[in-house]
């Protein structure tokens, strides 16, 4: 069974029914370690060595945390810019991320019909992770196509336990190595034929 | 006309109003201002008060019995344990060796073998008022000169129980009346035999031990369960007299019975209560007592034996300060501690009021021997804090640890200078993470034993006085941009801000204060940057608290930053208020009031519930 690592970034995860929801559902889930920055870095001091550590012991890597403006939390991209060090992560002898596979799991309060050329926000959900994909591409990583969980402010209770029951499983897929789609063939994890059947 | 005892309290108010700020004034201790009132106000020269000073000394040596009552209530009975064998070792050094030696002078000046032993005896005391007065407004109780000082002094508290006791044998004619001052009343033990006389006295020390535990506390918890203040300070005053009857009773020293009862209490809850009640009374009893020691000063006796009396004057002074030159020497002090003991305890004290005037109703002495005594004791009082402070302005600097140490040029060669004083636990933290980015800043400390020690580490430091502008500017606070103050006491902070505002307005002052009062007075002396202690620290625990109880860190994190920075300009917005406002009287209320218009603030503001970021709750209530 690989190994998950969930790197979880909320600044305010107390006051957010979808990843409390998300989060109770994984979190104490076998193999898993889950993994809190805002609770363990509330003053924004990240120690390196131990992410590296925590990064070296596990072969699944999720990247969990909220859509804000188009992107992570500030305690994400502080995470990205100490952490992915040159010479570790990347560069020419940077290679300890090396066939890890990365699964970003975000929630977003627009709908999906919102982010389209069509919709306000102009571009796909995708397309605003382009930076996070190139992130995992350059330090070697495989870089799965996103579980998204939009328009969580229209949730309803069940729609939302499906959507927690959707990351437990693709997070069981991810363990037993099954296959499990990859970019190219999806926009979002959660298009996957098996787990449409849940709803 | 000196009759009325409104008229004397007159006298003695006025001469202390008039002239401890002008030893203040002249950076003197205020010890010697109120010998120099005393003086002032005696018998020969304004005559103000006349014979009476006598009795006036022994209502005032009570106040030297509550300041023993107080240093009691500061120690631990642990710590007490512990000093043990330097109370004996010390104590017992200093006070063998000076009665040897005081012993055969007075022999070699042709005295009868008792009177050389009786006057060696007094010789050998040294005034535990003005020593323990002066370390307290120093500030230098916890340094080893302190310490030692401290010990020397409680022995000689005890030991002059056995030499008021031994006395009697002395003489050829029983005492018709005991009238010393600490047994005004009848000894109830002089007639048991020895042994009964013994067992009472350890009696009595147990019944002091076991009340404080099982009669004391429980009598102030319901004193305060009244909620009425004075019976509190009733209380109090009580409990000082109660222990100085029972001790008279048995004969032993009140000092020495109020010291045991206040290490007794030490630990109980009302420690603060019982200091913050009777330390007005010690002040103004004290003040009162140092009054009386200047006004007993006979100059007619001066005037009829001038050579004899500076004679004995300057042998006593010399030959008590060898002793406790070797004595410091035998316990391996460093040079400038001793140095400061040497001086700090080389006059007689006031025990020797009481046992030169025991001794004369036992015809041991003759009244002009006696008054003679007297007058060099008075005088070796008023003389020892003036020698004290010659030797910190010319001795100290010259031997012992040097204010200034010369270094390197390139060290000194900095671009930015930062003088930080003060190198206690909190300057050193300060010192400590400025040398970790490279800022090597100028330290100033008035600890010897730090100062050498931190030579050693390789920092630039001055040791002195930092409210000296002479050791300032050779500390180069001219070219310095920063002065930080990590200063315990807040008088000498107060000072040296005030010292500095004025003669170099454009050094930045970083200033710690203990507490709002501190800040209140620093932010109205236009001090900008203060670092409370009881700030930071106090809310990154109320932080921890939460966390422990499940709310988010980050959350807590934030919420602290905004409650820091809110209390910051409340303190601010309050600091003016307090200025116009009258002054209260008890700080207990003034505290409580302060209390509540913190929380009138906070809840005025409620900015706990106002941190709306990444809500999506509101969003998401938006849209429905």
Known sequence: MKEVLIIF????????????????????????????????????????????????????????????????????????????????????????????????????????KVYCAEGRNMYSVNQFLRPFEQTARLCGMKYLSPFAVMGTHRLSEKELENYATQYRQILTCLQNDQPIQSLKDCVFQNDLPELKNLN | MTGSILFQAIVFLAGAVFCVPIAKRFGLSSVLGYLLAGILIGPFLLGFVGEEGGDILHFAEFGVVMMLFLIGLEIDPKDFWKMRKTIVGMGGAQVAVTMLLSHGLFLIMGFDWKVALTVSMAVSLSSTAITLQTLKEKGLFNTTYGASSFSILLFQDIIVIFMLGALPLLSTVAPSHSTDSHGDGVNLLDNLPLWLQTLAILLSVVAIISAGRYLIVPMLRLAARTRVRELLTASALLIVLGISFLMELVGLSPALGAFLGGVVLANSEFKHELESTLEPFKDLLLGLFFMAVGASINFMVIRENPGMISGILVAVIVLKAVV??????????????RLLLTVGLAQIGEFAFVLLSFAFQLNILD??????????????????????????????????????????????????????????????????????????????????????????????????????????????????????????????????????????????????????????????????????????????????????????????????????????????????????????????????????????????????????????????????
Not at chain 1, 56 to 63: A, K, Q
Not at chain 2, 324 to 337: E, H, N, P, S, Y
């Open chain 1, 9 to 112: 970034a909320h600044p305010k995860f107390e006051q957010s029914r979808t990843n409390k929801t998300l989060v109770q559902n994984v979190k104490s889930k076998q193999a898993v370690t889950f993994h809190d920055l805002y609770e363990r870095y509330p003053d924004f001091d990240i120690d390196v060595d131990y992410e590296k550590q925590l990064l070296e012991e596990h072969e699944v890597i999720i990247w969990h945390h909220p859509f804000y403006w188009y992107s992570c939390p500030p305690l994400m991209k502080q995470w990205i810019d100490l952490v992915l060090e040159y010479g570790w992560a990347y560069g020419p002898e940077g290679n300890a991320l090396a066939g890890k596979k990365v699964l970003q799991v975000i929630t977003t309060g627009g709908s999906e």
């Open chain 2, 324 to 337: 406790l030159f070797m004595v410091g020497a035998i316990f391996k002090m460093k040079l400038d501690q």
């Open chain 2, 367 to 624: 009244k002009v021997l006696m008054d003679m005594m007297l007058v060099v004791t008075a005088l070796t009082m008023t003389l020892t804090p003036i020698l004290a402070i010659l030797n910190e302005r010319l001795i100290l600097p010259r031997y012992g640890t040097k204010e200034s140490e010369k270094r390197p040029v390139d060290h000194i060669a900095k671009k930015h200078k930062v003088i930080l004083v003060g190198f206690g636990h909190f300057g050193s933290t300060v010192g400590r993470f400025l040398r970790s980015y490279g800022v090597e800043a100028t330290i100033l400390d008035h600890d010897s034993g730090r100062v050498d020690f931190l030579r050693k580490m390789g920092f630039e430091v001055y040791y002195g006085d930092a409210t000296r502008m002479d050791l300032l500017e050779s500390a180069g606070i001219a070219d310095a941009d920063i002065l930080i103050s990590a200063v315990d006491y807040p008088d000498t902070t107060f000072k040296l801000v005030e010292l500095v505002k004025k003669k170099y307005p454009n050094v930045k002052l970083m200033v710690r204060a203990r507490n709002r009062y501190d800040a209140y007075e620093l932010i109205n002396m236009g001090v900008e940057n203060i670092y409370r202690e009881s700030l930071d620290t106090s809310v990154k625990l109320a932080c921890d608290v939460l966390s422990r109880m499940g709310f988010r860190k980050y959350t807590l994190h934030r919420q602290a930053q905004k409650f820091i920075k809110s209390d910051e300009e409340g303190l601010r917005r309050l600091a003016k208020q307090s200025r116009h406002e009258e002054e209260y009287i008890f700080k207990a209320r003034e505290e409580i009031a302060m209390q509540e218009k913190l929380l009138e603030e906070d809840l005025r503001r409620g900015f706990f519930t106002d941190d709306h970021h990444w809500d999506s709750e509101q969003m998401r209530l938006a849209q429905q």
